[in-house]
């Protein structure tokens, strides 16, 4: 598996570009800024991007879709919970001191137990409400590897003070969810350090 991980934009998302090392096919998750950059990994890999998932509707994780989508064809993915905070990016942007990107257009909604793939690779999306609605993390399960948005990070979790969020149902999601999967699973924050489902299990203080 190829997996780049570069932080974008103001907020530093944490964008994955995912690819098969046979047939080149890849997936790009979170592509929220500097998408010159990314597609610049993309050409370095030689890859074909199949899919660009969106893990939450927030604009720091959603704003360079649109481009992404247009230098490469492929489909724009985002759980339909989250369509009503996808029109509003023009307020989040107004919030975050940011240009708006215009408007983003989904082209299809993942939900829990949708498969997302790239060449062999497969992705489980695994629907965590609470940083938002439409909240998704993706799971390769033979890679051991979650992509988690911004519902999980290295010693902390999501933010739940902003529209649509719960405390409520990220603790729920955590725990019924994600704190199901193995602990060597490796983590890749929205934002910020690797973890592993071990380390948060044990050290995370949201969690015990
Ligand atoms: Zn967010």
Not at 5 to 21: A, H, K, R, T
Not at 58 to 81: E, F, S
Request: aromatic residues 4%.
């Amino acid at each position: 598996m190829i997996h780049e991980i570069l932080p974008v934009g103001p907020l530093q998302c944490n964008c994955s570009v995912i690819g098969d090392e046979g047939t080149r096919e890849a997936m790009v998750i979170d592509p929220g800024d500097d998408i010159e950059d990314v597609i610049a990994l993309i050409t370095k890999h030689n890859l074909k991007v199949k899919q660009i998932v969106i893990t939450h509707a927030h604009i720091d994780h959603v704003g360079g879709a649109m481009k992404l989508r247009a230098a490469t064809g492929a489909p724009i993915l985002l759980n339909q919970n989250d369509y009503a905070l996808l029109k509003m990016l023009d307020m989040q942007a107004a919030w975050c001191g940011m240009a708006s990107p215009g408007k983003v257009e989904i082209d299809q909604s993942v939900a829990q137990s949708d498969k997302v793939k790239a060449g062999s690779l497969v992705a489980d999306v695994i629907h965590t409400p609470g940083h938002t609605e439409g909240s998704v993390c993706l799971y390769f399960p033979l890679e051991k590897k979650l992509i988690a948005g911004d519902t999980l990070f290295a010693g902390s979790i999501g933010r739940t003070d902003l529209p649509g969020g719960s405390f409520e149902k990220i603790i729920n999601s955590l725990q019924e969810k994600v704190l199901a999967l193995p602990d060597e699973t490796v983590v890749v924050p929205g934002h910020g350090p690797l973890t592993t489902i071990g380390e948060e299990r044990e050290g995370n203080p949201f969690l015990r």
